[in-house]
């Protein structure tokens, strides 16, 4: 699961000049983190209007990201024909597909944080930072860079008090750590000192 947040309304604004606009949101990880499913959409399109802009029509794609044919959107959203531009309530990766596909601006409508989970109705947050170079095991399971705010590799900071990080009050991270290793009876990979992660690997292949 995309963990997105909503994108302060003043600042849409600030970067929405267009004024014909149609809305899309996203009926998968928006949707189901009540950011950008129907409800939310509706509403946005109720704060638009009240800003003077004008909104042309809207849709809750089943997957934002995930399009089999935009001739197949355009046949059951025909306003989008009209619209200036498009206000995407979805991960960056939505945002991208439907600007590549549709010729028109997006904007999007929502912020991406991370990749996270969902697991027994409960939304489990920045479980991945995407860093293309997984040693999640080494650590029981708990991505430091992730989890830990200074996305530290070799154990905690000492910053921590009453097992809260100073930075943003979230439990500590490497606490969390080391009960699972000692748990699972893996303390021994504490002693292992990590060097810096391979940037490298973040990087996306060129198209050729």
Same mark, same amino acid.
């Given at each position: ?14 970067? $929405? ?8 949101? @996203?009926?998968?990880?928006?949707? &189901? $983190? ?11 399109? &109720?704060? $638009?209007?009240?800003?003077? *802009? ?10 934002? @990201? ?12 025909? #306003? ?5 531009? $498009? ?33 027994? =109705? ?5 479980? %991945?930072?995407? @860093? #293309?170079? %997984? ?7 708990? @991505? ?10 070799? #154990?905690? %900071?000492?910053?921590?008090? =009453?097992? *809260? %990080?100073?930075? =943003? ?5 490497? =606490? ?5 290793? &000692? ?7 504490? #002693? ?8 490298? *690997? ?7």
């Amino acid at each position: 699961m995309i963990i997105s947040r909503q994108k302060e309304f003043k600042d849409i604004l600030r970067m $929405l000049k267009e004024r014909d606009i149609f809305i899309i949101g @996203c009926g998968k990880c928006a949707a &189901k $983190l009540r950011v950008g499913g129907e409800p939310e959409v509706l509403e946005m399109s &109720k704060k $638009l209007k009240a800003a003077q *802009k004008n909104v042309v029509g809207w849709t809750v794609l089943s997957s934002a @990201c995930s399009i089999n044919s935009w001739k197949e959107v355009l046949s059951q959203n025909p #306003g989008i024909k009209k619209a200036e531009a $498009l206000l995407v309530m979805s991960c960056g990766g939505g945002v991208s597909v439907l600007s590549g596909l549709s010729g028109k601006p997006a904007y999007p409508a929502l912020d991406t944080e991370s990749v996270g989970g969902f697991c027994r =109705d409960e939304v489990i947050k920045e479980q %991945c930072s995407l @860093c #293309g170079e %997984c040693i999640i095991w080494m650590y029981g399971g708990i @991505c430091p860079i992730s989890r830990c705010s200074k996305s530290l590799l070799n #154990g905690p %900071c000492g910053g921590a008090v =009453d097992g *809260k %990080c100073e930075v =943003d009050d979230r439990t500590c991270a490497w =606490d969390e750590i080391y009960e699972r290793l &000692k748990t699972m009876g893996k303390l021994e990979y504490l #002693g292992i000192i990590h060097l810096p992660g391979d940037n490298t *690997k973040r990087q996306r292949r060129q198209r050729v």
